[in-house]
């Protein structure tokens, strides 16, 4: 199975500010995808992200609040813009699984998020 | 609006106790897939679900997929303290390429 890494494990930001995720995967994936956790909720698709294309974000999402990168096949970033207490999240990166099953998604160890 | 639903959201139990979680779609899915997410960690896939009334066991849990493929359930037998955790259902909704979460249920057990 693919071992995937984000960076910062966690992080504390004050409104207004910005903040970069990594995510990196130990072998190339084709897709890639980011999702946010509100606390104690489900989980939400912000965005594909495809290296070589634009990310597709999913609907009450926008590349203006949360800009992705896709520079090669094992690495993404994700960041969340001009921050509010609203986007305190835990947020994934995930990867399709590795029994071929179309969807299965392998999820990273996840971002926690708290905006203050 | 939320596509896929899942109840209970919190389910508490007596170790020994079984356990079910229930999953609901407006609308038909090609598949239905569960996860298990331990308290402080990242969602981990256990079974995906592709046939109507599709029966699939692991162990202690099992896996249903109903007849008209718009609802599923988890079972589990015998609650064990390892149990904890919430589980999702994700489908993919016919005709869409993603794959949407139901909200969770909670489990917690007294040992």
């Known amino acids: 199975s693919a071992v995937i890494s984000q960076k910062p494990s966690r992080d504390i930001c004050q409104r207004g500010t910005s903040l970069t995720i990594q995510c990196q995967v130990d072998?190339?994936?084709?897709?890639m995808f980011w999702y946010r956790q509100q606390p104690g909720q489900s989980l939400t698709l912000i965005a594909t992200?495809?290296?070589?294309?634009?990310?597709?974000?999913e609907s009450g999402f926008v590349i203006d609040k949360f800009p992705i990168s896709r520079p090669n096949l094992t690495f993404s970033t994700l960041t969340v813009s001009n921050m509010s207490p609203e986007d305190s999240s835990i947020y994934l990166c995930?990867?399709?699984?590795?029994?071929?099953?179309?969807?299965?998604?392998?999820f990273g160890p996840g971002t926690r998020l708290t905006v203050t | 609006g939320q596509q896929v639903m899942q109840i209970p959201q919190y389910q508490h139990v007596q170790e020994g106790e079984d356990f079910t979680t229930y999953c609901n779609s407006s609308?038909?899915?090609?598949?239905i897939q569960w996860y298990k997410q331990r308290p402080g960690g990242h969602p981990v896939f256990l079974i995906q679900?592709?046939?109507?009334?599709e029966v699939k066991k692991q162990k202690r849990l099992t896996f249903q997929f109903g007849e008209a493929k718009k609802n599923s359930s988890l079972h589990i037998t015998a609650t064990q303290t390892t149990d904890v955790g919430t589980y999702f259902c994700a489908g993919i909704i016919q005709g869409a390429q993603k794959l949407v979460f139901g909200q969770g249920t909670r489990l917690t057990i007294n040992p």
């Open positions: 072998s190339q994936v084709t897709m």
């Open positions: 992200a495809n290296q070589g294309s634009e990310a597709t974000y």
């Open positions: 609308t038909t899915l090609s598949n």
């Open positions: 679900l592709v046939k109507s009334g």
């Open positions: 995930s990867v399709e699984g590795p029994s071929g099953i179309q969807y299965e998604q392998y």
